[in-house]
């Protein structure tokens, strides 16, 4: 394998994901619905055809409104593998979205077959500066810092539009379980989608994590996410009622 390859962000695998990613038109507006494809990097990217698909990774749908995001994703990292994760955040109407409480159940099995998974059902909650699962303090968030998760940021990200100043590093959760310190975002210039359209992407590094790669559109949407070894591809978007 070309050592190149398995870096998190390559030039081949930006030409690859342009020549295949054809999101929808997306709206400004803070009421939405998103799903998104997930496809798979690892072990090869170069066996991987022209659809790029052709592993895929499984999907993420979310539903964002003012003080409110469901979360539902199906996480196949393993053929054999899956991973089903909902939740229902209430957030803060912050530049971050931040979570203030959820409940969340993640389903795993050996194989893509729901009645075959056994759950982890939890209530979590910040408050103090301390991160609850099932009312047991598990976490310190930094001193002074704001936190969010790596799904309250697809609902963040159109504030770049809008010009809101984010926090200069910030906690995250990712999966909503994980503490990650230190995260920065770093506006890092613009590419072209296969039609046309003008992206921007923002990178986001911090302590736990290889850099990740958001491409906004015009209105700030986040049309993929790009990171280590997959990457979330917007595929549909509409209003909420």
């Not at 698909?53 to 995001?69: E, Q």
């Not at 053929?79 to 530049?95: F, G, Q, V, Y």
């Not at 963040?156 to 100043?165: D, H, I, L, V």
Request: glycine letters at 8%.
């Amino acid at each position: 394998m070309n050592p190149s390859e398995r870096a998190p962000y390559s030039p081949r695998r930006s030409r690859k994901l342009l020549s295949v990613l054809n999101p929808p038109e997306t709206a400004p507006g803070n009421r939405w619905h998103a799903e998104y494809e997930i496809v798979m990097f690892w072990p090869n990217f170069a066996r991987y055809d022209e659809k790029i698909n052709s592993r895929a990774g499984g999907r993420l749908t979310l539903d964002c409104s003012p003080g409110r995001l469901k979360v539902d994703h199906l996480n196949l990292a393993h053929p054999r593998d899956a991973e089903h994760l909902t939740a229902e955040i209430r957030c803060r109407n912050d530049s971050l979205a931040s979570p203030v409480e959820w409940r969340y159940t993640s389903r795993f099995d050996k194989k893509p077959d729901p009645e075959r998974m056994t759950g982890l059902h939890e209530n979590c909650v910040i408050k103090n500066n301390l991160f609850y699962r099932e009312g047991k303090p598990v976490a310190t968030l930094s001193p002074g810092a704001a936190c969010t998760s790596d799904y309250s940021l697809f609902c963040a990200m159109p504030g770049f539009s809008k010009g809101w100043e984010f926090p200069q590093e910030f906690d995250m959760l990712e999966a909503l379980t994980t503490l990650r310190r230190g995260q920065k975002f770093h506006k890092t210039g613009t590419g072209t989608l296969s039609d046309g359209r003008v992206f921007t992407e923002v990178v986001q590094w911090g302590t736990g994590i290889l850099p990740w790669f958001w491409w906004l559109d015009s209105n700030g949407f986040p049309v993929a996410c790009i990171r280590e070894h997959h990457a979330f591809l917007l595929q549909k978007f509409g209003g909420l009622s």
